[in-house]
């Protein structure tokens, strides 16, 4: 397990920045669980969690971003004081690279987070690995964890990729709706609507 304090990330040069006048309550931190960092980071997903240690840095809250690998002993005591569960996404090869020990190992105890009222972001590849399966290009099935009831299945390797921006209504007290960019060779097919969480 590799731990990054928020102040590891020099490159963001935050000293221009007006401080925040919101009081942060003594001893609040923001530790976000970083799973696969090296195998599912296709899109440049370090710059979502960067992104968000900044978001909380400029409140005045510390960060700690920890790395959570193949290698990293698991279980529900590691969750125990993580804020923000992040995954990234991944070719069909990277996801069968971590596909045993996300399910047999990490999974379990990470749908007994999400269930409990665990916070997480989920892109791409390991959002798919969420609902009950993953069908490939190649046929190949890999059974999700079951927490989502969806299944995502491989368009096919002779159609086209489906690009474009997507815009979502998720939530009423929001005070505007994101825009998303959507660049994907499947299709998602939700078994019941589904609201966000």
Known sequence: MT????????HFDLSSLPPREAKIPQGLSFKIGWFYPKYLNLYGDRGNVEIL??????????VE???IDLHTPFDSATLQDINLIFMGGGPDLDQQQIYKDFLDNKGPYLKEYLSTGGTGLFICGSYQLLGNYYKS???TTLE??????????HYGKK??????NISVELNPL?????VFINNDLSLIHISEPTRPY
């Open 53 to 62: 240690a900044v978001r909380a840095k400029l409140r005045g809250i510390p």
């Open 3 to 10: 731990h990054f304090q928020g102040q590891s990330l020099p």
């Open 159 to 164: 159609k086209p990729r489906s690009i474009g």
């Open 144 to 153: 999700g964890l079951r927490f989502l009831d969806f299944y995502t299945e």
């Open 174 to 178: 929001l005070q505007s709706d994101p």
């Open 137 to 139: 290009a190649d046929g």
């Open 65 to 67: 971003i920890v790395e």
